[in-house]
């Protein structure tokens, strides 16, 4: 590791290190109330364009041409709307297939560094590296526009929000690779990402509030059940931003309604930290399990099923909550 990259690191530390004071009760960590704060406008033609960008490097599967390019865009523009010295690339190697060595980044930023009151947001930035669930060329990498873009592509414009309106609470964005690795079935080649950075924090003792983790955010007529994982870790912050969707009139999408629990990479943050995650993701429930987008880990999964609407009420729940619902903690 050369020098710079151990100041930029040291640098980068110090501003999360704020976030691990004493532990807050868990009645404050995740206590909400109506703030009376301006919310900035969430603009969904932004967060598609984010996407857009994404999907025109191509597949992002780790080893992948479209993998390096996406990697370098996101760090740039987190950096121009967090600063160089408020983002980190966690750079890992995972042993893959075969004995495939997998070089893989997740990328956290952080905004309001200032503040010890932190959140968490984060999505997944990798796509699949094949296409399990299409009729034919199964083994070819997919573009993911859904199931990796939509997520990054929100967070990116909330990352452009605080940049112009800064938050009043800390916020951490973190954007894990290697989520969409495995083989069917195969859960220990997924979430290869949260593993590590949960194994390896970046910031010992790092203990924000809680987290939202976004995967499948985007697509056309989208529903987003309350996923069970999240109702068991953190119904407090569940309850709260379906009850946000409701008043703003976002209720067709995240539906007031039992989902199914889903293994994602907020169970990894959760039992391996004790973090308090909740996942948002589309998903129609079913005896069965879970049910997702017909284009889920197919070639369909392209620009063509991104919906304006969905990004927009995902953005707005999520910028009311941030901006204008969680309660000030009394060390602020």
Request: aromatic share 12%.
């Amino acid at each position: 590791m050369n020098k710079s990259i151990v100041f930029t690191f040291f640098c980068f530390a110090a501003f999360l290190l704020v976030g691990c004071g004493e532990e807050e009760s868990s009645n404050q960590r995740l206590s909400f109330q109506e703030q009376g704060q301006f919310v900035p406008d969430f603009n969904a033609d932004s967060a598609y364009h984010f996407i857009e960008k994404q999907v025109a490097f191509g597949p992002r599967n780790p080893g992948s041409k479209g993998h390096l390019k996406g990697r370098n865009y996101l760090l740039d523009k987190l950096r121009e709307y967090a600063s160089e010295r408020a983002v980190y690339p966690q750079d890992f190697t995972a042993e893959g297939y075969n004995g495939e060595i997998l070089e893989l980044t997740n990328i956290i930023a952080a905004f309001n560094t200032q503040s010890s009151d932190r959140i968490m947001l984060c999505a997944h930035w990798d796509t699949r590296p094949r296409a399990d669930k299409a009729d034919i060329n199964k083994q070819k990498p997919i573009l993911g526009a859904d199931d990796g873009g939509s997520g990054v592509g929100i967070l990116l414009e909330l990352a452009r929000l605080f940049q112009q309106h800064p938050p009043p609470i800390g916020v951490d964005i973190v954007l894990f690779d290697g989520e969409d690795y495995g083989k069917e079935g195969d859960l220990d080649n997924y979430f290869l990402g949260s593993r590590y950075w949960a194994q390896n924090p970046p910031v010992k003792g790092y203990s924000p509030r809680f987290g939202i983790l976004l995967d499948m955010v985007g697509g056309d007529g989208a529903t987003f059940p309350k996923e069970q994982y999240s109702m068991r870790f953190a119904p407090a912050l569940v309850n709260e931003l379906w009850s946000i969707a409701d008043e703003k009139g976002w209720g067709n999408l995240f539906l007031d309604k039992k989902g199914n629990a889903i293994s994602d990479d907020h169970v990894i943050v959760n039992r391996e930290l004790q973090l308090p995650t909740i996942d948002i993701i589309r998903h129609r429930v079913t005896d069965k399990g879970a049910e997702f987008a017909p284009y889920w880990h197919t070639h369909d999964d392209d620009m063509g099923v991104i919906s304006h609407n969905t990004l927009d009420g995902v953005g707005r729940v999520l910028s009311e909550l941030i901006y204008n619902r969680i309660a000030r903690s009394p060390q602020e």
